[in-house]
């Protein structure tokens, strides 16, 4: 077919089939506008070249598809051209024109998915290049050939239904893609299914690809998963073809009821105790393993009226567990008969069959063991008096041995009593006090004591059981109030001050404790001409004078009085200040002396205390005196009254030399040879004199005052030590002695002092941190922690 006959037909066909809302291109008069036709008119001159269509695939190359012509020059005078894609632009060289003819032509194969047309502009010149023809437009329209199969969008479709589906129901859906011309019956894709694997149980939509279920009988424990072959083939199933699968997964309903393997079991369970296995019971379900549908789920039916058993399932096995939950007692019971059935915890499907083995038997067997004795009652709550003397009853705690078919014999003891206040009979259980329980008890809680008490059988191995014994310690009234504080003061006129306030406190516990009653001393009747007292509140009363009464101090008797059952009362006494007052109700300045007796010290009573300190320093100080002076003397005779070796007496280590090394500080020979000493008239018991001191004699000593308060005992030590250090006749305060060696005899006797030590545990050494830190040691050391 030659170009002209291919421009004519496409202008036949654009005649014949006008595009719609594209406008009808105006048919040529002539295949060739260059030449003239026989007409009247003159010819138009035509310069538009309708659509080509060529194949795509063409293989017989370069193919001819058309030839352009202006008329406007004679043959071989005009210069043809076309440019754009597939000319010069990207795909280059898939078209070509023969400049001098026009004849334009294919040299490579399309591809309409690639390509599925190309627009040209086709150009006119003369041979001096100058533009004869407007540029026109050249279409080329790649016709599409059935060149592509058709593709699955993915290799592996799935889908799930329900076992025992009713048919027409939707699994999934399969699709596939083709790259043809969609307009063409190369793209027109039909679904069918090759292969199922049995019976044609599934269907697919030749169109949209839908798979359904087609009939009855799809059961997941006889196949649980279908696999199906797909296949897609375009050109309305008669051309080209692809593969795919379908995998399809039955879902499980619970169609099928759990069975027990057998119709009885046997079993063994201890007596006396709880929370243990006695045994499992097995069963069967043909239903997915792990899901509601195959999950069992028990029930005790008979024989367990008492709820002493109980069955929970294995999750991994789906057993029955048979648990005790209550201790089983084998002397009231020896055997348990249980009827029990199993069934899944989803329900059963209506339309599936009952079970056969439903329920079954389970005979527990009640083994007999050595149990602990039990306390009739526990914990035990009793109550007793405080102070209840020693030997007093408290309670009978006893218990019971459930082993009657094995006699056994009980014995009791303390397992918890912190004070150790009670003692039990260790046959009976009786508890009685063994002494007094003090009220400032620590284990006394909220009034309450607890005491722990076995019970112990003599079996083999022996059993025990605790028992709690809760006493409650009744309070006693044995305490009487007393006044807080026993001193006050107030104006001496009844018109001034608001009285003095008194309250009073017991150590007694509610309801032996307030309300208070105050009354003045019913033995002193001129107290209530003069004072009057009225009750302010529970704990609390106010005093005042009737009249005026002379300022000073006035000892009043009072008799208080608690609520308790039998009341507790006391006469105490109360020593009240009067003072003048101002128009504020308060004591003048000049009442300063009189309010100090409100302690309870008067103003003579403190003369006479303070001019006895003074009398007692003044002996001390003349005592001091004289055992100064005669020290020396004293020494002296007591060294020539021993005819013994001195080295076992106690040395006085107050004066420190050197040691037996340093034979210039100390003569070591008064204390080795005290005899020889004396025969040759050496002077016993003066001490040699210093030669560090700057004089060869002693230095007098000072007469100093002792101290007259705790405060000036530190600056007395002070002192003495610094004069000790600066006198010449005694060694050097910081020569170190030999304590090892104290001679091997002694005509002394025991220091009572050293002894006297035992009896003072209740010396208080506290008051020595108030003579300065040289003391402060002692003080830790003796005095209280």
Same mark, same amino acid.
């Given at each position: 077919?030659?170009a002209?006959?291919?421009?004519?037909?496409?202008?036949?066909?654009?005649?014949?089939?006008p595009?719609?809302?594209?406008?009808?291109?105006?048919?040529?008069?002539?295949?060739?506008?260059?030449?003239?036709?026989?007409?009247?008119g003159?010819?138009?001159?035509?310069?538009v070249?309708?659509?080509?269509?060529?194949?795509?695939?063409?293989?017989?190359?370069?193919?001819?598809?058309?030839?352009?012509?202006?008329?406007?020059?004679?043959?071989?005078?005009?210069?043809?051209s076309?440019?754009?894609?597939?000319?010069?632009?990207?795909?280059?060289?898939?078209?070509?024109?023969?400049?001098?003819?026009?004849k334009?032509?294919?040299?490579?194969?399309?591809?309409?998915?690639?390509?599925?047309?190309?627009?040209?502009?086709?150009f006119?010149? &003369?041979?001096?290049?100058?533009?004869?023809?407007?540029?026109?437009?050249?279409?080329?329209?790649?016709?599409?050939?059935?060149?592509?199969?058709?593709?699955?969008?993915?290799?592996?479709?799935?889908?799930?239904?329900?076992?025992?589906?009713?048919?027409?129901?939707?699994?999934?859906?399969?699709?596939?893609?083709?790259?043809?011309?969609?307009?063409?019956?190369?793209?027109?894709?039909?679904?069918?299914?090759?292969?199922?694997?049995?019976?044609?149980?599934?269907?697919?939509?030749?169109?949209?690809?839908? %798979?359904?279920?087609?009939?009855?009988?799809?059961?997941?424990?006889?196949?649980?998963?279908?696999?199906?072959?797909?296949?897609?083939?375009?050109?309305?199933?008669?051309?080209?073809?692809?593969?795919?699968?379908?995998?399809?997964?039955?879902?499980?309903?619970?169609?099928?009821?759990?069975?027990?393997?057998?119709?009885?079991?046997?079993?063994?369970?201890?007596?006396a105790?709880?929370?243990?296995?006695?045994?499992?019971?097995?069963?069967?379900?043909?239903?997915?393993?792990?899901?509601?549908?195959?999950?069992?789920?028990?029930?005790?039916?008979?024989?367990?009226?008492?709820?002493?058993?109980?069955?929970?399932?294995?999750?991994?096995?789906?057993?029955?567990?048979?648990?005790?939950?209550?201790?089983?007692?084998?002397?009231?019971?020896?055997?348990?008969?249980?009827?029990?059935?199993?069934?899944?915890?989803?329900?059963?499907?209506?339309a599936?069959?009952?079970?056969?083995?439903?329920?079954?038997r389970?005979?527990?067997?009640?083994?007999?063991?050595?149990?602990?004795?039990?306390?009739?009652?526990?914990?035990?709550?009793?109550?007793?008096?405080?102070?209840?003397?020693?030997?007093?009853?408290v309670?009978?705690?006893?218990?019971?041995?459930?082993?009657?078919?094995?006699?056994?014999?009980?014995?009791?003891?303390?397992?918890?009593?912190?004070?150790?206040?009670?003692?039990?009979?260790?046959a009976?259980?009786?508890?009685?006090?063994?002494?007094?329980?003090?009220?400032?008890?620590?284990?006394?809680?909220?009034?309450?004591?607890?005491?722990?008490?076995?019970?112990?059988?003599?079996?083999?191995?022996?059993?025990?059981a605790?028992g709690?014994?809760?006493?409650?310690?009744?309070?006693?009234?044995?305490?009487?109030p007393?006044?807080?504080?026993?001193?006050?003061?107030?104006?001496?006129?009844?018109?001034?001050?608001?009285?003095?306030?008194?309250?009073?406190?017991?150590?007694?516990?509610?309801?032996?404790?307030?309300?208070?009653?105050?009354?003045?001393?019913?033995?002193?009747?001129?107290?209530?001409?003069?004072?009057?007292?009225?009750?302010?509140?529970?704990?609390?009363?106010?005093?005042?004078?009737?009249?005026?009464?002379?300022?000073?101090?006035?000892?009043?008797?009072?008799?208080?009085?608690?609520?308790?059952?039998?009341?507790?009362?006391?006469?105490?006494?109360?020593?009240?200040?009067?003072?003048?007052?101002?128009?504020?109700?308060?004591?003048?300045?000049?009442?300063?002396?009189?309010? /100090?007796?409100?302690?309870?010290?008067?103003?003579?009573?403190?003369?006479?205390?303070?001019?006895?300190?003074?009398?007692?320093?003044?002996?001390?100080?003349?005592?001091?005196?004289?055992?100064?002076?005669?020290?020396?003397?004293?020494?002296?005779?007591?060294?020539?009254?021993?005819?013994?070796?001195?080295?076992?007496? %106690?040395?006085?280590?107050?004066?420190?030399?050197?040691?037996?090394e340093?034979q210039?500080?100390?003569?070591m020979?008064?204390?080795?040879?005290?005899?020889?000493?004396?025969?040759?008239? /050496?002077?016993?018991?003066?001490?040699?004199?210093?030669? &560090?001191?700057?004089?060869g004699?002693?230095?007098?000593?000072? %007469?100093?005052?002792?101290?007259?308060?705790?405060?000036?005992?530190?600056?007395?030590?002070?002192?003495?030590?610094?004069?000790?250090?600066s006198?010449?006749?005694?060694?050097?305060?910081?020569?170190?002695? %030999?304590?090892?060696?104290?001679?091997?005899?002694?005509?002394?006797?025991?220091?009572?002092?050293?002894?006297?030590?035992?009896?003072?545990?209740?010396?208080?050494?506290?008051?020595?941190?108030?003579?300065?830190?040289?003391?402060?040691?002692?003080?830790?050391?003796?005095?209280?922690?």
């Amino acid at each position: 077919m030659d170009a002209a006959l291919l421009l004519a037909l496409g202008l036949l066909a654009q005649s014949l089939c006008p595009s719609a809302g594209v406008p009808r291109l105006r048919q040529p008069r002539t295949l060739y506008p260059w030449r003239r036709a026989p007409t009247l008119g003159r010819v138009r001159r035509a310069w538009v070249i309708p659509p080509i269509s060529v194949s795509e695939n063409h293989k017989r190359l370069p193919f001819p598809l058309v030839q352009i012509k202006s008329d406007k020059q004679q043959l071989g005078s005009v210069i043809y051209s076309i440019q754009g894609p597939g000319v010069d632009e990207e795909p280059r060289g898939v078209f070509s024109i023969d400049k001098f003819t026009g004849k334009v032509s294919l040299n490579a194969m399309l591809d309409r998915e690639k390509t599925d047309r190309f627009r040209l502009r086709a150009f006119a010149l &003369d041979l001096g290049g100058s533009t004869l023809e407007e540029p026109t437009d050249l279409e080329i329209v790649v016709v599409d050939q059935n060149d592509n199969r058709p593709v699955f969008r993915q290799e592996v479709f799935t889908g799930r239904v329900l076992e025992g589906a009713v048919p027409g129901t939707y699994v999934t859906r399969a699709e596939a893609t083709d790259a043809d011309d969609p307009e063409t019956d190369n793209a027109a894709l039909r679904y069918s299914i090759l292969e199922q694997g049995g019976p044609q149980l599934f269907s697919i939509d030749p169109l949209t690809g839908e %798979i359904r279920t087609v009939q009855v009988g799809l059961d997941r424990e006889v196949v649980a998963v279908y696999n199906l072959t797909l296949q897609v083939a375009d050109m309305s199933g008669d051309g080209l073809t692809a593969t795919a699968s379908a995998i399809i997964t039955l879902e499980d309903i619970n169609d099928n009821a759990p069975e027990f393997t057998g119709d009885q079991f046997f079993m063994e369970a201890a007596e006396a105790v709880s929370g243990v296995d006695v045994g499992r019971l097995e069963v069967e379900d043909r239903d997915l393993p792990g899901s509601p549908n195959w999950a069992a789920r028990f029930t005790i039916l008979e024989g367990d009226p008492d709820g002493q058993f109980t069955i929970r399932t294995d999750p991994r096995t789906n057993e029955g567990v048979l648990s005790v939950v209550k201790p089983l007692d084998y002397e009231s019971r020896e055997r348990y008969d249980l009827k029990v059935a199993v069934q899944n915890e989803a329900p059963l499907q209506a339309a599936a069959p009952r079970a056969e083995r439903g329920q079954a038997r389970v005979s527990v067997q009640v083994r007999d063991v050595n149990e602990a004795p039990v306390f009739q009652e526990n914990p035990l709550r009793t109550s007793l008096a405080e102070g209840a003397a020693p030997g007093t009853p408290v309670a009978t705690f006893s218990a019971r041995d459930p082993d009657t078919q094995q006699p056994q014999r009980l014995s009791y003891s303390k397992d918890y009593d912190p004070e150790d206040w009670l003692q039990v009979d260790g046959a009976t259980g009786q508890v009685q006090t063994q002494r007094v329980l003090s009220p400032a008890s620590p284990f006394l809680k909220d009034g309450w004591y607890r005491a722990i008490i076995l019970a112990r059988d003599d079996a083999f191995p022996p059993s025990t059981a605790t028992g709690t014994l809760s006493i409650e310690i009744l309070e006693v009234n044995d305490h009487a109030p007393e006044l807080s504080p026993p001193w006050g003061s107030l104006c001496s006129t009844p018109d001034r001050g608001s009285g003095l306030l008194l309250g009073a406190t017991d150590e007694d516990l509610p309801p032996h404790g307030a309300p208070f009653h105050f009354q003045l001393s019913p033995r002193v009747p001129e107290l209530a001409r003069n004072w009057s007292l009225s009750q302010v509140n529970v704990s609390h009363a106010r005093l005042r004078p009737r009249l005026r009464v002379p300022e000073g101090l006035h000892r009043l008797s009072l008799l208080l009085q608690d609520s308790g059952q039998p009341p507790q009362q006391r006469e105490q006494p109360l020593n009240v200040t009067v003072c003048r007052c101002g128009q504020d109700g308060a004591c003048l300045p000049g009442a300063a002396a009189l309010r /100090a007796g409100g302690a309870g010290i008067s103003l003579g009573a403190l003369v006479i205390m303070l001019a006895s300190v003074i009398l007692l320093l003044l002996l001390a100080l003349l005592v001091a005196l004289l055992a100064r002076f005669r020290q020396q003397s004293w020494d002296k005779r007591l060294l020539h009254g021993l005819q013994d070796d001195l080295r076992d007496n %106690i040395l006085n280590y107050d004066e420190q030399g050197g040691g037996e090394e340093d034979q210039d500080a100390y003569d070591m020979d008064q204390l080795r040879h005290p005899a020889e000493l004396a025969a040759l008239g /050496a002077p016993l018991g003066r001490p040699p004199l210093r030669r &560090d001191a700057p004089f060869g004699r002693a230095r007098p000593q000072v %007469i100093r005052a002792l101290p007259t308060s705790p405060a000036d005992i530190a600056d007395f030590i002070n002192d003495g030590l610094e004069a000790a250090d600066s006198d010449p006749s005694v060694p050097p305060y910081d020569t170190a002695l %030999i304590y090892d060696y104290e001679g091997d005899g002694s005509v002394a006797g025991t220091l009572s002092s050293i002894l006297s030590s035992l009896d003072d545990e209740d010396q208080d050494y506290s008051c020595l941190r108030e003579w300065g830190p040289r003391f402060s040691r002692l003080a830790d050391l003796y005095g209280p922690p």
